[in-house]
């Protein structure tokens, strides 16, 4: 049986590179791990866990392209590995680097729910909802061990705070009782990132994320439960994964989701570095072609930065995207007519000091 990730020079991570983090005046290097299989690279590289204890966890999202004002993150550094990833370039803000640290150093918040406690106790505080994660993915392999989300969700619950969730991971299923409890007050959005059908391609470009199947699968047992479940096709890779849009949208229909969205790849900082890099070793018959149609999609470079513009980019490519998604979404999918309630907003006890 042939292995199927035998041209990835460091098997079962998205990065094939340490690149230096922009911050940092010295910088050092890996020996070379080009012989590790799969296997060893678990037993020998392992993923590193490191406690901090923020002062803070709930931020202001200014961004035009996000549709919920305020995010959390209970993790910084995502095990996932996706190769495209936007958020590796902020690791360099923690002293690492956006390649192989991004993946291998983990960096959880086991305060977060005290801090979003104390954030939903302030007085100014007007209820919305808020994005669980907004940078790293908040059931990514570590949350199975610390289940920060899961007190995170227990917390906004107490509340009655609505919240939005964007997830590549299965393990969401693990919190059902919650969301539904939630749900049954329209107070949780879910989102199931589903990038490729592909296993082959899946295992290449985000090789610790779900797989199709169980992502599917999510979408069933959640929608079943009540839970409003859309799909986010995310991101759109010219040349790797877009082709599969029809097919992403009429599955995710059938398994229950009642809307989908998409976002085109975005290469900002290092990360274009970081993924032709991937791109080379993976698909290298593909690299011109891929990186010349995300160039065309952007004005001529990787990464789009005009805010407002960035998930969808501009030029012929983008408009053929855009196109196939809509009339695909069309075909298969009614838009629901669905807000988060924050009407129900109360902190614990608050009731109790009316009398």
Partial sequence: MTDRNSNMKIKGRGAQVDIPNRFNKTTYHDHDLSDFSFEEEEEGVQTNYLEVHPKSLVNPVPSKDIYLNWSMNPYQGCEHGCA??????????????????????????????ELLKKFLDRKSWIPEAIMLSGNTDCYQPAERKYEITRKLLQVLRDYNNPVGIITKNSLIIRDID?????????????????????????????????????????????????????????????????????????????????????????????LGDIFTSWLKLAYPDR?????????????????????????????????????????????????????????????????????
């Fill in 84 to 113: 495209y990833c936007y958020a590796r370039p902020t690791h360099e803000y923690w002293g690492y680097n956006s390649g192989l640290d991004f993946e291998r150093t983990i960096l959880y918040k086991p305060n977060a729910p």
């Fill in 287 to 355: 690299v011109n072609k891929v990186l010349n149609q995300i160039k065309e999609s952007n004005g001529g470079v990787l990464s789009n930065t005009i805010d407002g513009g960035r998930m969808r980019g501009n030029g012929i490519n983008a408009k053929m995207i855009r196109d196939l998604f809509e009339i695909n979404r069309s075909k298969y999918m009614t838009k629901p007519n669905f807000e988060l309630n924050t009407s129900l907003f109360a902190r614990p006890g608050q009731q109790l000091n009316l009398f």
């Fill in 178 to 270: 919650l969301l539904k409890e939630m749900a049954d007050k329209d107070q949780v959005a879910v989102n199931i990132s589903l990038t490729t059908l592909d296993e082959e391609l899946r295992r290449k470009l985000e090789p610790r994320t779900s797989t199709a199947v169980n992502k599917l699968k999510a979408i069933e047992k959640l929608s079943a439960a009540g839970i409003h479940t859309q799909v986010m096709i995310g991101p759109v890779i010219p040349g790797l994964n877009s082709h599969e849009i029809p097919e992403i949208i009429r599955q995710s229909a059938d398994a229950g989701a009642i809307w989908a969205n998409y976002i085109n790849v975005r290469l900002n900082g290092p």
